[in-house]
Nanobody, 117 residues
Framework: QVQLVESGGGLVQAGGSLRLSCAAS????????MGWYRQCPGKQREMVAT???????SYAGSMEGRFTISRDMGNHTIHLQMNDLLPEDTAVYYC???????????WGQGTQVTVSS
């Protein structure tokens, strides 16, 4: 089992920045890729960014250039630096971890990000 604990959400004005962190514990050797997903009000959950062990990164189109995902292998933590935030970035952000077979097995409890206009 893997436990994921997010931190760093909050309220920020449009144009501001926030940094989310997610610490993994437990059977961390079973994790290949970690990432951030979000669920905006009234919408389905969507991928924000992912990072592998290599590390290689991927971003959803609307976030690329504003968001940066990074990974600290030593303490099994990932971060999401979010700049130039927009009101439409308001969402619950979830940390997730996938196994070596690609299954997104583990999810954090979510952290609220609210961007005011």
């Amino acid at each position: 089992q893997v436990q994921l604990v997010e931190s760093g959400g909050g309220l920020v004005q449009a144009g501001g920045s926030l940094r989310l962190s997610c610490a993994a514990s437990g059977s961390v050797s079973s994790i290949n890729v970690m990432g951030w997903y979000r669920q905006c009000p009234g919408k389905q959950r969507e991928m924000v960014a992912t990072i592998s062990r290599i590390p290689t990164t991927s971003y959803a189109g609307s976030m690329e250039g504003r968001f940066t995902i990074s990974r600290d292998m030593g303490n099994h933590t990932i971060h999401l630096q979010m700049n130039d935030l927009l009101p439409e970035d308001t969402a619950v952000y979830y940390c997730a971890a996938s196994l070596w077979n690609g299954e997104w097995r583990y999810w954090g409890q979510g952290t609220q990000v609210t961007v005011s206009s």
